[in-house]
């Protein structure tokens, strides 16, 4: 069977281009040279339909050739998706400096820059409907075994998977009476933390222990036992949340990450405060957890409802007192004391740092100030 090719494009740089290609692509695979082929042909049919004039390499431009480019990509009417041009962009960019190298012209170099390539969208796993939810934990705890108690782990106290096959064979820990928490290892973030768990979370690293009490392999300190290396073990617990959610009756595109935005979204909801889920999860930054937590518009409505029905007052007024005011040394001094009181807590509502740590300095000045007059009285 004959295999189709695109016609050869007719124009007066597209040689130049071709031996570039042909450097660079020499190691790469076929899908990949077609990816930089169709970037080159997409700048040098923009050039000739734009650009007519342009014959040689001398004559590029980043404005208004390479620019324009970009531009026309962006208008494209259905709009092309953001990897794609990424990889254009990306594609174009290495020819450009293989020809910058090549040519001895240091410009063509700069015609494509490292901040015109835009960001990869990051798509991160939403948390897990309640009926999901609910059908997944019931279908593990169905299956009761090693890998159905792992997820079930996860589920209940927000970790990456990584951060679970890491776990020490010791990491419960005894709080008090009915309170136990995990010591989660460093992970992702390079932070360590303890994650207060009940007694249904107890029963989980028993039951785990007794699982790692089965395997033959020696004992290495480790809550799960690792047949191979690292990523054998996270393919298999992969592999094995894949055919719970098919038995299930589930998508069968659920990752275990899931399980953690999961977790994120049940504790906001349960009424955690939003720096202790930062905590929980091992966030280092509020912009973090926003993207885990999933707000709904029942969630707003009833956070809404709550404040109606039981305000919340952030600042408190300052007590008044009943008895009747000094005069004299002694009613000087308690009105700079009411005025320091009142400093103070006006301090505590304003969002402005720069502005609290005046108010600051001019508490302290009240504070030498009373020093002094509290002396005139043992005068």
């Known amino acids: 069977m004959k295999r189709w090719r695109?016609?050869?494009?007719?124009?007066?740089?597209?040689?130049?281009?071709?031996?570039?290609?042909?450097?660079?692509?020499?190691?790469?695979?076929?899908?990949?040279?077609?990816?930089?082929?169709?970037?080159?042909?997409s700048f040098l049919l923009y050039l000739g339909a734009e650009h007519p004039k342009v014959a040689?390499?001398?004559?590029?431009?980043?404005?208004?050739?390479?620019?324009?480019?970009?531009?026309?990509?962006?208008?494209?009417?259905?709009p092309l998706a953001t990897a794609t041009c990424i990889m254009r962009l990306i594609a174009l960019r290495a020819v450009l400096n293989e020809l910058a190298w090549t040519h001895k012209l240091a410009e063509l170099a700069h015609l494509i820059r490292r901040e015109d390539i835009p960001r990869s969208p990051q798509n991160l796993p939403r948390p897990l409907t309640a009926e999901h939810d609910q059908i997944l934990q019931q279908e593990l705890m169905r299956r009761?075994?090693?890998?159905?108690?792992?997820?079930?782990?996860?589920?209940?106290?927000?970790m990456r998977i990584g951060e679970c096959i890491d776990l020490s064979y010791d990491c419960l820990h005894f709080i008090s009476q009915n309170q136990w928490a995990i010591h989660v290892p460093l992970g992702k973030l390079k932070t360590e933390r303890m994650v207060p768990v009940d007694a249904f979370v107890r029963d989980l690293v028993h039951r785990l222990r007794f699982f790692r009490s089965l395997d033959p392999l020696p004992d290495n300190g480790r809550l799960l036992a690792w047949r191979g290396n690292r990523f054998s073990l996270l393919a298999r617990l992969r592999d094995y949340l894949h055919m719970a959610c098919h038995s299930a009756g589930l998508p069968t595109t659920i990752v275990p990450h899931q399980l953690r935005h999961t977790?994120?979204?049940?504790?906001?909801?349960?009424?955690?405060?939003?720096?202790?889920?930062?905590?929980?999860?091992?966030?280092?930054?509020?912009r973090m957890t926003l993207h885990y937590v999933d707000v709904t518009l029942t969630d707003l409505q009833r956070e809404f409802q709550l404040a109606r029905s039981k305000p919340r007052h952030l600042v408190p007024l300052p007590k008044t007192s009943s008895s009747p005011l000094h005069t004299g040394h002694a009613g000087l001094v308690d009105s700079l004391l009411a005025a320091q009181n009142l400093m103070l807590v006006y301090r505590r509502s304003l969002p402005s740092d720069n502005v609290r740590c005046r108010l600051d300095r001019l508490a302290n000045r009240l504070s030498k100030i009373l020093t002094e007059i509290r002396k005139l009285q043992t005068c």
């Open 144 to 158: 009761n075994d090693l890998a159905g108690n792992v997820f079930l782990l996860l589920r209940h106290t927000g």
């Open 263 to 286: 977790y994120g979204t049940e504790m906001l909801r349960a009424g955690v405060g939003f720096a202790t889920v930062m905590k929980l999860l091992g966030h280092t930054a509020p």
């Open 56 to 78: 040689a390499l001398e004559q590029l431009r980043r404005d208004p050739h390479s620019l324009g480019w970009m531009a026309r990509m962006r208008a494209q009417d259905p």
């Open 6 to 41: 695109r016609p050869p494009l007719q124009h007066p740089l597209a040689p130049a281009f071709a031996r570039a290609l042909e450097s660079i692509c020499t190691a790469l695979s076929p899908a990949t040279l077609r990816n930089y082929d169709f970037a080159v042909r």
